[in-house]
């Protein structure tokens, strides 16, 4: 077994916890909406001072954890920043709209 199979070393014999499905169900629906708008998304581990996605060389981030952001024709740039993966990716969505 590999670490993404189910029982695998790093999840102690559980597929997903409540809460990970959640967001799961968010990335889902973000990046089915962005489709539809013919654009991408990408989601980034951040860390605080690392320079921000699509911004100036001299913009960083100001936490640990999370972007989530659009890919279009003119380029990326970030939809949402924070720490928590599940808030990130509703604040995006919300963004995005």
């Known amino acids: 077994m590999d670490e993404y199979t189910h029982g695998g070393p790093h999840d102690a ?6 809460e990970e499905e959640q967001t799961f169900r968010l990335v889902r629906d973000l990046l089915m909406e962005m489709r539809d708008r013919d ?8 860390k605080e001072g690392m320079r921000a996605a699509g ?16 890919f279009t024709p003119d ?22 709209n």
Do not use: F, H, K, N
């Open 13 to 18: 014999g559980l597929w997903s916890s409540a």
């Open 39 to 46: 654009c991408g998304i990408y989601i980034l581990p951040v």
């Open 55 to 70: 911004a100036a060389p001299t913009e960083a981030y100001g936490v640990d954890g999370w972007a989530v952001g659009e």
């Open 75 to 96: 380029g990326a740039r970030d939809l949402a920043v924070g720490p928590w993966l599940s808030q990130v990716v509703e604040a995006a969505r919300a963004a995005a």
